[in-house]
């Protein structure tokens, strides 16, 4: 996604009989400031015309340990201090402490527990953050329980909602590390002109398991590193693959000079981790001391000079 929207869901739920909006539900809403959450099944990615559905929005993408956002809009005919109040005056529809449903979230407990933001009187919201701590397919459901209708209170169980359902994956967080030449973490290689490639191999590290994970933009991985040449301050860089997922990958970083260069990985991030504000930084992710850093020797080929020996007619 572009503009590094966060991906949630947004529906009117409608009672039997059909509620029609004042307006028209809107295609996105900034639950958190600077963080678009657009309709589920709809492309950010594409905001100048218009958000179009596609497939692989079908399920919501996020990473194991991401805190993320979760919003159904409300019906309106239960909700009317909603629609005529401070939450009428869009964006960000985030006063859903003047909703008057009961909101109940339902997720298996593995995978987090549901927490109200900005709870009603009922304790409840139709805004919630989930933090995510299981890897796998899950569904987050939600149903509306209206507790009143036109100023007469109602039991829950007098017209709930059908269960509202967001499909999510919950992938790991991307990781990669040096692998080895020859048992080392160095190689070097011999050349006329300093102005080449030096050529570093990247293999997963282990905790990768579903790294893709099915996700099509899960693999444009972001590497941030330094590189040094001969013992001087290092630089800070990063570098962009896009195809970069469980199988081994040579990276070429170009220089311009004969000498000893140092690249050391910091972080790595890649598009779904972006969307869910991680950078990972972890040994476990980016390999430990040893496995982040790799020595590259680039040598001139040696010239040697005249030849002798005794000549014929000594």
């Not at 299981?134 to 507790?147: C, D, M, N, R, S």
Request: aromatic share 8%; net charge neutral.
């Amino acid at each position: 996604m572009k503009n590094k929207s966060f991906f949630s869901i947004i529906l009117g739920l409608v009672a039997a009989g059909g509620i029609s909006l004042a307006q028209a539900p809107p295609e996105s809403v900034e639950l958190v400031t600077g963080k678009n959450h657009y309709q589920h099944g709809h492309n950010a990615a594409f905001p100048s015309t218009g958000n179009k559905d596609t497939p692989r929005e079908d399920k919501d993408s996020v990473m194991i340990a991401s805190t993320m956002h979760y919003f159904v809009l409300p019906a309106e005919d239960f909700n009317s201090a909603y629609y005529s109040g401070a939450a009428a005056a869009q964006p960000p529809w985030t006063n859903t402490n003047e909703t008057k449903s009961q909101f109940v979230w339902k997720l298996k407990n593995s995978f987090g527990t549901p927490a109200a933001v900005n709870q009603n009187s009922t304790g409840t919201s139709p805004h919630v953050t989930v933090q995510w701590s299981a890897i796998g397919e899950v569904e987050l459901k939600l149903v509306e329980e209206p507790k009143e209708y036109k100023g007469i209170t109602l039991s829950s169980v007098v017209c709930p909602s059908d269960t509202v359902r967001i499909p999510v994956i919950v992938i790991h967080q991307p990781s990669v590390k040096f692998g080895q030449v020859n048992s080392t973490y160095t190689d070097s290689k011999c050349v006329d002109d300093p102005n080449t490639n030096i050529k570093l191999p990247l293999i997963p590290a282990t905790v990768t398991g579903n790294f893709g994970a099915n996700i099509s933009d899960a693999d444009e991985v972001t590497i941030s590193y330094t590189i040094s040449k001969n013992g001087a301050t290092a630089t800070p860089a990063t570098a962009t693959f896009p195809n970069l997922r469980v199988a081994s990958k040579d990276w070429e970083i170009p220089v311009t000079d004969w000498g000893k260069y140092e690249v050391t990985i910091t972080a790595i991030t890649d598009r779904i981790a972006q969307k869910c504000n991680i950078t990972t930084t972890s040994d476990a992710h980016i390999g430990t001391s040893a496995e982040r850093t790799f020595t590259y020797l680039v040598v001139p080929k040696p010239v040697p000079g005249p030849r002798y020996h005794i000549p014929n007619r000594y």
